[in-house]
């Protein structure tokens, strides 16, 4: 089992950055597979940004080319680079967990927000 915390969100203007952190503890950090979810009041939530065991990494269409996701496992800690920042960007945002061979996402944090104002 793995337990996570995010941090770093908060209020920023249209076209600036935030960068969000993700602390693990509680299981091996590395073999996980991690996502960054976000879910507006009234909307569905929707996956971000996700990057594999191995590396490898996916984005949603409308945060391509502004958002980066990494993770450093000496640190236990997931990251999601958000740049050139859109009032649509406003929203909770989760970070997740997802063991190996696993087909869905079973740990997740509590939220940060993120606002951006126009």
């Known amino acids: 089992q793995v337990q996570l915390v995010e941090s770093g969100g908060g209020l920023v203007q249209a076209g600036g950055s935030l960068r969000l952190s993700c602390a693990a503890s509680?299981?091996?950090?590395?073999?996980?597979?991690m996502g960054w979810y976000r879910q507006a009041p009234g909307k569905e939530r929707e996956l971000v940004a996700a990057?594999?065991?191995?590396?490898?990494?996916y984005y949603a269409d409308s945060v391509k080319g502004r958002f980066t996701i990494s993770r450093d496992n000496a640190k236990n800690t997931l990251y999601l680079q958000m740049n050139s920042l859109k009032p649509e960007d406003t929203a909770m945002y989760y970070c997740?967990?997802?063991?190996?061979?696993?087909?869905?996402?079973?740990?997740w944090g509590q939220g940060t927000q993120v606002t951006v104002s126009s």
């Open positions: 997740a967990a997802s063991r190996p061979y696993s087909d869905y996402y079973e740990y």
């Open positions: 509680g299981s091996i950090f590395s073999i996980y597979a």
């Open positions: 990057i594999s065991s191995g590396g490898s990494t």
